[in-house]
């Protein structure tokens, strides 16, 4: 197995763990909150799809699929596309309403074009410094490896809100 196929298995995991989440889920369940301020399922998706395309597109030196492709003006939200949800308040996070359809229509984009990018890349490329500000420097292995850490955590959050919703009986 390559690095890049190594990579497209553990990415294409979060696939599968986001669709399972959001499957038959209603408005009331993704934006259910544990309490007050708690993180909802569908901040914790938009949140880790946002997250995930906003460092590959960085990476691969294109726009992300939120503004390309038109899913900032699907998602209407109050906040400027630019946006991935770090700092959120706990109003922020309750802005971020939509449905189980228009989060995975947006997650499995960023997906693809994820997919398409660990396609391309070699052994070598994942040496490749893209910030130096940090000792030591990080590479593209390092900030694909960051970015599965952190939207595996998200994935699993919001798996465990889920099953605090239906639990619930919302």
């Known amino acids: 197995m390559t690095p890049s196929e190594l990579l497209i298995e553990e990415f294409s995991r979060i696939q599968?763990?986001?669709?399972?989440?959001l499957k038959n889920a209603t408005i009331a369940t993704l934006t259910y909150r544990a309490d007050a301020d708690a993180n909802t399922i569908a901040w914790l998706t938009w949140h880790l799809s946002r997250l995930q395309d906003d460092h590959i597109a960085d990476l691969a030196g294109t726009e992300q699929v939120y503004t390309e492709q038109?899913?900032?003006?699907?998602?209407?939200?109050?906040?400027?596309?630019k946006r991935i949800g770090y700092g959120f308040t706990s109003a922020e996070v309750a802005d971020v309403r939509a449905d189980a359809d228009?989060?995975?229509?947006?997650?499995?984009?960023?997906?693809?074009?994820?997919?398409?990018y660990l396609a391309s890349l070699s052994a070598a490329d994942l040496d490749r410094v893209v910030d130096e500000s940090w000792t030591p420097a990080v590479t593209v292995g390092v900030r694909l490896a960051s970015v599965l850490s952190d939207d595996l955590q998200h994935a699993g959050q919001a798996a465990f809100v889920r099953g605090l919703a239906d639990r619930a009986g919302v």
């Open 16 to 21: 599968g763990y986001v669709g399972a989440t």
């Open 102 to 116: 228009l989060l995975g229509g947006y997650y499995d984009a960023v997906h693809t074009v994820t997919l398409a």
């Open 70 to 81: 038109g899913w900032a003006e699907r998602f209407d939200l109050p906040f400027e596309p």
